[in-house]
Every structure is written in structure tokens, then in C-alpha cells.
């Protein structure tokens, strides 16, 4: 069973930044498109960005042109570079494979966008 576990996040001003990883245990991550999700409180969780085997990314247009998404498949890892940050980024951030989420959920990793 893969192993997602989400750190990086924290307190940050409006037009900050911030960079989550997400290391996976598992021998097939490199297979596997991988996603970034968040859940805003009293929203339902989203998916936002994704990443495929190959390298090709996708976005909401919610965070397109601040957020990059990427992954080193021989650490495991998917990361998230987030930029120019604002108070709707307020969430608690997960990944996941960035289809349908197939995996237990981590625990997350909280990002608070606040002056």
C-alpha cells in the first residue's frame, strides 16, 4: 500500500511563497500521474494540479500562472512550488494519483495565507 506523506506548509503573507512535497513509498509512483488536492474549510477537497509519468502538468485556472507542479520519480516525490500566494489559497493541502484518488489520504499539510 503506497504511503503519501505531505510537508511544507505553514504561515505565509498575501504574495508570498511556499513549496509542499509529498514523498510516496511504493515501487510504482514513477507510473502514476500524481495530483495535488486541497480542502478549504467548510469546501470540498479539489483537485488542482497534476502531473503525469512523462512531465506534462495541468491547472485550475485558480492557481494557473502561480502554482507549478513537479516530481522527482526517483526520490518518490511530488512537489508544489506556490507563488504570489493569497488568502483564498488557505487550505490544507494533500496529494494523491491525479486522476481519481487511489490512495489513502495523508495527513496533509496546512498552508494559512494571512497578514
Known amino acids: 500500500q503506497v504511503q503519501l506523506v505531505e510537508s511544507g506548509g505553514g504561515l505565509v503573507q498575501p504574495g508570498g511563497s511556499l513549496r509542499l512535497s509529498c514523498a510516496a513509498s511504493?515501487?510504482?509512483?514513477?507510473?502514476?500521474?500524481m495530483g495535488w488536492y486541497r480542502q478549504a474549510p467548510g469546501k470540498q477537497r479539489e483537485l488542482f494540479a497534476r502531473?503525469?509519468?512523462?512531465?506534462?502538468?495541468d491547472y485550475a485556472d485558480s492557481v494557473k500562472g502561480r502554482f507549478t507542479i513537479s516530481r522527482d520519480n526517483a526520490k518518490m516525490t511530488v512537489y508544489l512550488q506556490m507563488n504570489t500566494l493569497k488568502p483564498e489559497d488557505t487550505a490544507v493541502y494533500y496529494c494523491?494519483?491525479?486522476?481519481?484518488?487511489?490512495?489513502?489520504w495523508g495527513q496533509g499539510t496546512q498552508v494559512t495565507v494571512s497578514s
Open positions: 502531473i503525469t509519468r512523462g512531465g506534462s502538468t
Open positions: 494523491n494519483t491525479g486522476i481519481t484518488a487511489m490512495f489513502d
Open positions: 511504493g515501487s510504482l509512483f514513477s507510473t502514476y500521474t
